[in-house]
């Protein structure tokens, strides 16, 4: 199974990861069927866990290699990877704020009647658009790995999808259960549950495309991508892990960021 997978092109390899990704999401929107409240402490710590990872792997498998490409391509080591980082950031700070403001307009023009029904749209397009840079982080992780650029591996591109894995169970459950409080059908608060990630395999091969077409702008995608993670991280993932359960969630976040630290520089 790991040398089928190794012999794969990066496309398709990224491709299997962003539907694993999408898959776990699903998981997780599938409790709607069964539950209507989960144990918010494991979710918590669910979501801290993956939120480690993805710090971790932000800088070992993304920005680390970024900087090396950049080194390795004659570059001025760490002008292109701050550019890229920033650029990332801003790019979901941007998005937050138009979304915030149209659904602020939205919701002057019918009043509080539709509160409910604001509440879910933004909850469903929020994670919907934190989605699109993970997805594209797992491509370019894929491809950077297939080109053999320094610092990046096939295991860490695999180990960052299974931190965005984990973190986007949660993050399912997250979406339907409150759409299923808000009186929702049960199919539709799984639809909406699952379709958030369901962006995921489109950015990834974007993604990876883009990186192995474009391979001079790698340190520039690598760090873009890096940039794009910690803030939604920071944004998004610690504070609502930690709003209820602080301690649980702080113990996830640095387990998940030792062992990934640990994977990458011990066996990438």
Not at 200 to 225: H, K, R, W, Y
């Amino acid at each position: 199974m790991i040398e089928w997978f190794i012999s794969l092109s990066p496309v398709l390899q990224t491709l299997i990861a962003t539907l694993f990704t999408w898959s776990v999401t699903a998981l997780g929107a599938l409790f709607v069927c069964f539950f209507k409240k989960v144990n918010k402490k494991v979710l918590d710590m669910i979501l801290g866990f993956g939120a480690g990872v993805m710090i971790a792997a932000s800088f070992w498998s993304l920005l680390s290699p970024a900087i090396d490409g950049c080194e390795a391509l004659g570059q001025v080591a760490w002008l292109i990877p701050a550019i890229g980082f920033l650029c990332g950031g801003l790019l979901v700070v941007f998005a937050d704020k138009f979304l915030d403001n149209m659904l602020l307009k939205r919701n002057q023009k019918y009043a509080t009647k539709h509160e409910s029904w604001r509440r879910s749209i933004l909850l469903v397009s929020a994670v919907t658009i934190h989605n699109i840079p993970e997805g594209m982080a797992i491509g370019i992780a894929f491809g950077s790995a297939a080109l053999g650029l320094p610092g990046a591996t096939l295991l860490a591109a695999v180990m960052l999808t299974i931190g965005i894995g984990l973190q986007n169970f949660p993050e399912g459950a997250a979406v339907s259960l409150p759409l299923r409080r808000e009186g929702y059908p049960i199919g539709k608060c799984f639809f909406y549950g699952q379709a958030t990630a369901f962006v995921e395999p489109i950015a990834g091969l974007i993604g990876v495309v883009a990186a192995i077409t474009m391979q001079n702008l790698l340190p520039f995608l690598l760090s873009f991508a890096a940039g794009a993670m910690i803030c939604v991280v920071m944004a998004e993932l610690v504070p609502e892990s930690t709003r209820e359960n602080k301690g649980k969630a702080t113990t996830g976040i640095i387990v998940g960021f030792i062992i990934m630290m640990i994977l990458d520089v011990a066996l990438g």
